[in-house]
């Protein structure tokens, strides 16, 4: 449910619970965070979301998000 506390959706992908893949959330200010895709808490129905970034920058917008595999260390 989009809502105007919630904001638009900005990137959805169905992704495996014990899935091996960072998340990358890049900002338009320049912020980046990355993270394990299973450490996203799982959401029932009727959810609004999770929040999975907050702005240093007042105004800042999500302007892209990724899945990566993680590198592995030999």
Request: charged share 30%.
């Amino acid at each position: 449910k989009v809502s105007s506390k919630t904001g638009e959706v900005v990137y959805a992908e169905a992704v495996p619970c014990k899935s091996d893949r960072d998340l990358v959330v890049m900002s338009e200010k320049g912020q980046v965070i990355r993270l394990p895709s299973n450490s996203v808490n799982l959401l029932g129905r009727d959810t609004s979301g999770v929040r999975l970034m907050r702005f240093k920058v007042e105004g800042d917008k999500v302007a892209s998000t990724t899945l990566i595999d993680k590198i592995k260390e030999e």
